[in-house]
């Protein structure tokens, strides 16, 4: 004996608004930013596009990393060896002054984090997703 045909209200689209069904009705149209309108808040696109960024980002850092990591390291090295042979003078002072002011930008980055915990935490996981499939 078959059972009978559950009701499912939430197919009434006269009880969506017009912008619900354009974009539940307009299949053929569909983008990335379509598919991030389906969440029901802000959460679920923070968490979807935290990760796909933090993917990317672990890919990139895949890619450049190694050719990045010798260039700075080599620089380093080289700025060292010049500055001992008295080849250049490191103004120490304006280093200074300036690593006091990465003190601010963790600042700005902790308080961007705690108000944007949902995208933070897609982004640390797609980051290593994104180093893992390389």
Same mark, same amino acid.
């Given at each position: 004996m078959a059972r009978p045909i559950p009701e499912t209200p939430d197919l009434d689209l006269r009880k969506k608004s017009k912008r619900d069904v354009e974009v539940y009705s307009n299949e053929s149209n569909k983008s990335i930013f379509d598919i991030s309108d389906r969440f029901s #808040? #802000?959460?679920g696109k923070n968490f979807v596009i935290g990760t796909f960024s933090g993917w990317m980002a672990g890919m990139s850092?895949?890619?450049?990393?190694?050719i990045a990591a010798f260039g700075l390291g080599g620089s380093v090295i080289l700025l060292h060896f010049a500055s001992e042979l008295g080849y250049i003078n490191v103004n120490w002072e304006r280093?200074?002054?300036s690593a006091g002011q990465s003190q601010a930008w963790l600042d700005w980055l902790f308080r961007f984090v705690k108000q944007n915990s949902c995208y933070s935490v *897609? $982004?640390? *996981? *797609? $980051?290593? $997703?994104?180093?893992?499939?390389t």
């Open positions: #808040n #802000n959460t850092v895949v890619k450049i990393g190694r280093i200074k002054e *897609g $982004f640390v *996981g *797609g $980051f290593c $997703f994104g180093i893992a499939s």
